[in-house]
């Protein structure tokens, strides 16, 4: 840690069952008060980097802010998505329902290696949008040898009509190399229900028998949201946190309460 950071985070604290939360010493303090490459390799070892008391940055400066620590994903709306919720949107991410656990940047050539997110407008404590972080090389480490062997073979085949800014048809191996760190992580959408999901995302299981595809997506649907692997957060206007994006994935769960939150993006490559 850079003295400049270490002297803004006096009050650091691990989160469980990783994470870590920085709050700021005092008032007055910017995102860019801490240096960007010092951002991001703490982010790398703590996997989910929290920061309280730190002023959001315009889309200007955040833009100019991440670029200096590497290319930026560029998508139809530019590099900073709003994320809000709306009427009636064509797309599930823009509404109250859960999202999913999955991984940014899995439909465009290059997955970003952290994202951010500024929060503009928080939730009422009880009204849920919590973003859910599950780490995956640690559930690879404590995974039984019978099921990793069943993983080193499945590739998931993922369809999706291309309602939002991503979609089409893609395949993945079910495990991978992280190449920040080496770990073996797994890389997995969860499947979206027609029945309860706008923009409905399909999967095809290929490398194992029906049954061993059945046991190893029923055994997944459970495995990656045991506590033991998840950090949820809740937010809290004025929250940043930055992610990994390639040992992680993430979701959120659904709104029970108001849906008034905002939330902006930026992915850095
Ligand atoms: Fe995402």
């Known amino acids: 840690m850079t003295e400049q950071l270490q002297h803004a985070t006096p009050t650091g604290t691990d989160l469980a069952p990783f994470g870590r939360l920085i709050t700021a010493e005092r008032t007055g303090l910017t995102l860019a008060d801490i240096p960007v490459d010092t951002l991001l390799t703490t982010t790398l070892s703590a996997k989910v980097l929290v920061l309280r008391g730190y002023s959001a940055l315009d889309k200007a400066d955040l833009e100019a802010y991440c670029r200096a620590a590497g290319e930026l994903m560029e998508w139809e709306f530019g ?9 009636n949107p064509n797309n599930y991410l823009f509404d109250s329902g859960d999202v999913p656990f999955h991984w940014d940047g899995a439909w465009s050539e290059k997955a970003p290696r952290y994202f ?7 939730c009422e404590p009880g009204a849920g949008g919590e973003t859910v972080f599950c780490d995956t090389a640690q559930v690879y480490r404590e995974a039984p ?7 080193g073979r499945t590739t998931v085949t993922y369809r999706t ?4 800014h991503y979609g089409g048809t893609m395949s993945h191996p079910l495990l991978a190399t992280s190449p920040a760190t080496g770990e073996t992580v797994l890389r997995y959408a969860e499947p979206l229900d027609p029945a309860s999901y706008r923009n409905p995302l399909f999967l095809t299981i290929e490398g194992l028998s029906s049954e061993d595809a059945t046991r190893v ?9 045991d506590p033991r692997y998840c950090y949820d957060h809740a937010w809290d206007t004025g929250d940043i946190v930055v992610a990994e994006n390639h040992a992680l994935l993430h979701g959120r769960n659904r709104f029970t309460g108001s849906t008034a ?3 902006q993006r930026i992915q850095i490559i």
């Open 116 to 122: 951010l997110f500024q929060c503009v407008q928080g």
């Open 79 to 87: 590099t900073i998505m709003d994320l809000v919720v709306q009427e």
């Open 217 to 225: 997506m029923a055994d997944l649907s459970e495995r990656l949201h």
């Open 161 to 164: 009509d291309r309602l939002a």
């Open 145 to 151: 040898d019978d099921l990793r062997e069943l993983w």
């Open 261 to 263: 939150r905002h939330m």
